[in-house]
């Protein structure tokens, strides 16, 4: 595997010196990234944990492009992951629904409703899983009517977007698009739930329901049965995005595909422009604005254009750093290393349910 913790490296050039986040403990340390021959590298300086070094990009020409490009922040967005309990136990999961730890409780309602009021963003209520929340359509109408201009959203991997009747009740509670989770029939290893995600789409086509759809790969010929998906829904799909797994959570990949892979494999290596942040890019897939992501934890970078997201703790923090903050914070549930993580945030509080 292309990560390591600890990693003895020699240095072919450095190309970078930034701000990273621990793996290990969170904490903001000092980083650089290295160019080889055989890509781009991103080196932490931990002055607790040590060096811990990360293969983040396979062709370094094509990741300086990006990263000598300028950025501004989007439109204000809030994520906020309503429940850690979800239905599935997907081969991947970033916010480790799919482990045996104990996991936070669900956000009160009124808690949230509170956060309607006071934060003007775009809100996505995410998982976990939303829609096992039976206040899910509550919690939408809420977050629309404290501000009718959001736009609000919901991630979801579909299951209950099937029931035809239960994606009425959202669309018409004010849901403005769904985040729809559609992997690969050979990733998501169950055609039951490749199924149910297809029924979700033929009901958001029937009912008008704007879909952003997001695929995760850790294969490149999962893309092809995207390109069928987008094909088949295009008059419901508005945007696409595409991830490749990261060392993350509970169960890590063999091996990682980098954005410049993904890209060739489309056939699109001279048909891309820069994205939200150095470490994305954006193409055209039948018309379709598609985002084509890589995970890479230089705060420095990400930090200043990053969605907020809430983590379990009732901090609010930017969306990469606050996952990262999650996986360590509930990995090291009651040792004082969670107490550390809590310590080294600069973050918007409110009272955890």
Not at 9 to 23: F, N, R, W
């Amino acid at each position: 595997m292309d990560w390591a913790i600890g990693a003895q490296v020699s240095m072919d050039e450095i190309y970078a010196k930034t701000q990273s986040l621990c793996p290990s403990c969170a904490m903001d340390a000092p980083a650089e990234y290295e160019e080889r021959a055989t890509g781009m590298w991103l080196h932490v300086d931990c002055p607790q944990d040590g060096r811990s070094s990360e293969k983040i990009a396979g062709d370094a020409d094509f990741f300086k492009w990006g990263y000598e490009q300028k950025y501004e922040k989007p439109i204000g967005h809030l994520v906020i992951p309503v429940t850690y309990r979800c239905n599935l136990n997907c081969r991947y999961c970033y916010t480790l629904s799919n482990s045996s730890l104990a996991l936070p409780p669900d956000w009160p309602a009124s808690t949230l409703k509170e956060i309607f009021e006071r934060e003007s963003e775009n809100i996505t209520l995410l998982g976990g899983e939303p829609t096992l929340r039976p206040d899910l359509s509550d919690l939408i109408e809420a977050a629309k009517h404290t501000r009718s201009e959001r736009k609000v959203s919901v991630g979801t991997n579909g299951q209950k977007l099937a029931l035809h009747q239960y994606a009425r009740q959202l669309k018409e509670s004010g849901l403005d698009f769904v985040f729809l989770s559609l992997n690969d029939p050979h990733y998501e290893e169950s055609t039951e739930i490749y199924s149910n995600k297809l029924q979700a789409l033929d009901n958001c086509a029937e009912l008008g329901l704007r879909v952003w759809l997001q695929r995760t790969i850790d294969n490149l010929d999962q893309l092809d049965s995207l390109l069928e998906v987008i094909q088949a829904y295009r008059r419901i799909i508005f945007h696409v995005t595409i991830r490749s797994v990261k060392p993350f959570g509970v169960r890590l990949p063999s091996r990682q595909v980098f954005v410049s892979e993904i890209i060739s494999y489309l056939g699109k290596a001279r048909a891309y422009t820069k994205g939200v942040s150095p470490f994305n890019r954006y193409l055209r897939l039948y018309g379709k604005p598609t985002k084509i992501c890589s995970w890479v934890n230089d705060v420095s970078r990400v930090d200043p254009i990053d969605s907020d997201y809430l983590i379990s703790t009732g901090l609010i923090t930017k969306f990469h750093r606050g996952m990262k903050l999650d996986e360590l914070r509930l990995t090291r549930a009651g040792t004082d290393g969670a107490h550390t993580i809590d310590q080294t945030m600069n973050a918007r509080r409110i009272d955890a349910p």
